[in-house]
């Protein structure tokens, strides 16, 4: 065995690479010709192992850059020769007689001999792996695939075909397609997706990381809709309404949405998008929503939930555009509520005209508590129209407006501004709950009294002067208590409980705490009944004991002690009484029984009677009849006195009813109408007038029939009516004397934490504390600052009179 290959001590070399004596050029040359069999289809006859251990020994032998060289020339050969055989006589066609056939026929020319590069591209790649590995690595050269991609980029589209090559021309068959697609034409979708494909995968010779799908085809795309869709928008804008124009756009949308999946490149997307957004939307969004007979008021004054949507889905993605359908919604909704308003206002202004020439206190006219009673209606109405248009945009912003941001903003501000336009709002949203809560709940179904209690809430949330409210609704809440008029106490307490949410606790105390002198006074009431004392007691008293702070302010109506008359009310009042006389002894002696039973149990208290807030129930004969009449504590007084004086048929005067019973003239002008003006004439009265008088006479009516048993007695211009406008004076004047002590606790609180500030630091935090209330002037705030300082709570620092300091 011969030991040519052993070393001496046995070690063995490896065998020497015997490289076959061939000429690198006949290697190549047999590497040529398998490219051009590769291009022909003749693959089957071809063995790829030998000619991938041809360029092995190529590159072996250190004549990698003959081989890569040569296969680049021989690419670039059979691409001058395939585009000058099958691709120039298609594109000199389309260029002379462009026709959605020529161009098919020119694009897929070209669509096909890229394909057939790219899968002969991959053969060659295949064949040349070792090239790529060990030659291209070393030498920084593209790959070979990427330089068969370059080789088609700059022979075909680049350089073929005279100035600008095939490339510009294949653009422009593409877009010449589109067009034609635009305008209702079929195209073959395919062929179209393949030239796409092929330019995204070319690379861009000056700036290798665009595609020359970026650079060649996707600018004149994008300019050449921008001036399609110009055209198309300026004689739309001309011939249709808006929602059929906003029907046309959103088709647009979704049809160059459809391009982009079906044959253009993703990238491509947005950029059409925003040029079909900049002009079809964006050029005419103002002009779109004005248009004469189907604008965006004709649609939403028709409620088209479609159309609206449509309109919102082109408008929406668009900062402009959207801030101006909002402006166009926002606007619409205030010329709604003018026009709900308007009708209130008339009423307002003809009360005044009307009431130029006051009436003497002791005069009332039933022609003005029928005014009243209408303005009360129209009142509730105004609620009742507000809230059903808020319902209507509430629909438009769920299904048309898909819940968005900004168009819910734009239709909470303009019912703020809607509601607190009318200076009433809080008066009448309150009178709308507090009739509700006594007769609008009947027969209802729980979501339904939920639904409205919702949305006399979302009135309130939308008020700026909480406090106004809060001062009508303790009103109206006290006259609903007190009365029992209330249809649900479940309701009562969900109601405060959805205003706890929205203000705060420290908002609903007072209300809350009405509620727990109800019920105090219901324990009281068994607790009474139970004890000795009740029986000395000539009739069923029932008596409410209220905490002066929680409820509104009353008038006092007799001695410091306690009310009773069948069913009345009491408040605690530290008030100077009025003397209100019950003319009978029972009555008297049962407000003393109770007066001692109440002081036995709460010494150091003082109780004060509100006659005012006082009813009865009396059984009056009439004659053979019987009946049951529930009745004020003043008609109740009223009535007793033709009763104790055995003066049924003796006439008393109204001057002579006020000199007995000492109710003032304005109560008393109202309870004398209700008795015997009224729809149950209890008192005739003489002169046959409706108006009330001094020296005006009243009888027993012996004669009156009514077919009920039990009659309730409605008072004339009752509270649950909305308040004249010498009422409203007096109410102002209260709210604001109850403002200038919040101003002023703020101020101290402001104080206490902060002990020195300056003066608009404090005035900016004043409006923040007291905002969610009401929104203070700079003058209130500046008058209870003055008045602090005068009672040297604060004093001004005497380096800085701008700088307030609190005093401890």
């Known amino acids: 065995m011969p030991l040519a290959n052993k070393r001496p001590g046995g070690r063995i070399l490896p065998a020497r690479r015997l490289i076959p004596l061939v000429e690198p050029q006949q290697q190549f040359d047999k590497i040529a010709l398998a490219i051009n069999e590769i291009y022909k289809h003749n693959v089957s006859q071809l063995s790829f192992e030998e000619y991938y251990r041809t360029a092995y020994n190529l590159v072996l032998s250190k004549n990698g850059p003959l081989l890569y060289n040569g296969v680049r020339t021989v ?14 006589q298609h594109a000199q066609t389309a260029d002379s007689n462009p026709t959605t056939e020529n161009n098919e026929a020119f694009l897929f020319s070209v669509r096909l001999l890229w394909s057939e590069h790219v899968t002969a591209m991959l053969m060659i790649k295949d064949i040349l792996m070792y090239v790529d590995n060990v030659y291209v690595k070393a030498a920084h050269l593209p790959p070979i695939y990427e330089m068969g991609m370059c080789v088609f980029r700059d022979t075909v589209l680049l350089s073929a075909a005279g100035s600008g090559g095939l490339g510009t021309r294949v653009a422009k068959a593409v877009l010449r397609q589109i067009s034609g697609e635009r305008s209702g034409e079929e195209i073959n979708r395919s062929t179209l997706q393949g030239i796409s494909n092929m330019l995204v995968e070319l690379r861009d010779t000056a700036s290798p990381m665009r595609t020359v799908y970026e650079v060649i085809f996707e600018p004149q795309l994008l300019a050449e809709s921008r001036v399609f869709y110009r055209d198309m928008a300026a004689l739309r804008i001309k011939t249709m309404g808006a929602s059929e124009y906003a029907r046309a756009v959103q088709a647009d ?57 449509v309109l919102y ?48 206190k002791s005069e009332i006219t039933p022609e003005a508590s029928l005014g009243l009673a209408a303005k009360t209606a129209m009142a509730l109405r105004w609620v009742q129209d507000v809230l059903g248009l808020y319902d209507v945009y509430d629909e438009f912003f769920h299904k048309s407006f898909s819940e ?36 609008g709940l009947k027969r209802k179904a729980e979501q339904d009294v939920d639904h409205l209690l919702e949305r006399s809430v979302l009135m309130f949330r939308f008020l700026k002067n909480k406090d106004a409210f809060e001062h009508y609704y303790k009103a109206h809440l006290a006259r609903r208590l007190l009365f029992s008029r209330s249809e649900s106490d479940d309701a009562e307490h969900s109601l405060v409980s959805k205003l706890k949410v929205e203000c705060g606790s420290q908002f609903t105390l007072k209300l809350e705490g009405m509620f727990k002198d109800m019920q105090l006074s219901m324990d009281m009431a068994r607790e009474l009944r139970a004890s000795a004392e009740y029986a000395s007691i000539g009739l069923d008293l029932n008596v409410s004991v209220l905490t002066p702070t929680f409820w509104p302010a009353m008038t006092p109506t007799q001695k410091p002690s306690v009310q009773a008359a069948a069913e009345n009310s ?29 002081l036995k149990h709460h010494s150091g208290r003082r109780l004060t009677w509100q006659y005012a807030m006082g009813n009865a129930d009396l059984k009056v004969q009439f004659g053979s009849r019987t009946h049951e009449l529930n009745v004020t504590t003043y008609q109740m007084i009223i009535l007793l006195l033709f009763v104790d004086d055995n003066s049924l048929e003796k006439p008393l005067t109204a001057a002579k009813i006020q000199q007995l019973t000492h109710i003032p003239e304005e109560p ?39 077919p009920q048993y039990r009659i309730r007695i409605p008072v004339v211009s009752a509270r649950s009516n909305i308040e004249t406008e010498k009422e409203k004076a007096v109410s102002q004047a209260v709210i604001g004397q109850e403002r200038l002590y919040l101003i002023e606790a703020a101020i101290v609180r402001i104080m206490k934490t902060r002990k020195q500030i300056p003066h608009d630091v404090l005035v900016n935090e004043t409006i923040s504390q007291l905002a969610p209330r009401f929104l203070p002037s700079s003058k209130m705030i500046k008058d209870g600052i003055g008045k602090l300082l005068d009672r040297e709570y604060l004093q001004r620092s005497p380096d800085d009179p701008r700088l307030y300091i609190y005093l401890a």
């Open 313 to 360: 889905n082109i408008y929406s993605p668009l900062p402009q555009p959207l801030s101006v359908l909002r402006s166009g919604v926002l606007n619409h909704i205030l010329v709604l509520g003018g026009q709900i308003t308007a009708s209130l206002l008339a009423t307002d202004s003809s009360e005044t005209k009307n009431g130029s020439t006051p009436q003497p």
């Open 668 to 706: 008393l002008a109202r309870q004398l109408q209700s008795l015997a003006c009224g729809k149950y004439r209890i008192l005739n009265k003489t002169p046959k007038s409706r108006d009330i008088k001094p020296t005006d006479t009243f009888v027993f009516n012996m004669e009156f029939k009514s």
């Open 75 to 88: 690419l670039e050969t059979h691409m001058r020769e395939s585009v000058e055989h099958s691709i120039l």
């Open 404 to 439: 968005g941001s900004s168009m819910r903003s734009a239709i909470n501000d303009a019912f703020i501004e809607v509601i607190n336009a009318n200076t009433r709002a809080p008066e009448l949203l309150s009178l709308f709950m507090d009739d509700n809560l006594k007769n």
């Open 570 to 598: 009491a408040a605690t009042n530290s008030d100077d009484p009025l003397s209100v006389i019950l003319p009978s002894g029972v009555l008297n002696d049962s407000v003393d029984v109770f007066s001692a039973y109440y």
């Open 253 to 309: 949308l979704d049809a160059e949405a459809g391009r982009v999946q079906a044959y253009l490149a993703l990238t491509t997307a947005d950029l059409l998008r925003g040029v079909l957004q900049d002009e079809l939307v964006t050029a005419y969004a103002p002009d779109i929503l004005v248009i004469p007979d189907d604008g965006l008021t004709q649609m939403l004054d028709r409620r088209d939930i479609p159309a609206l949507r």
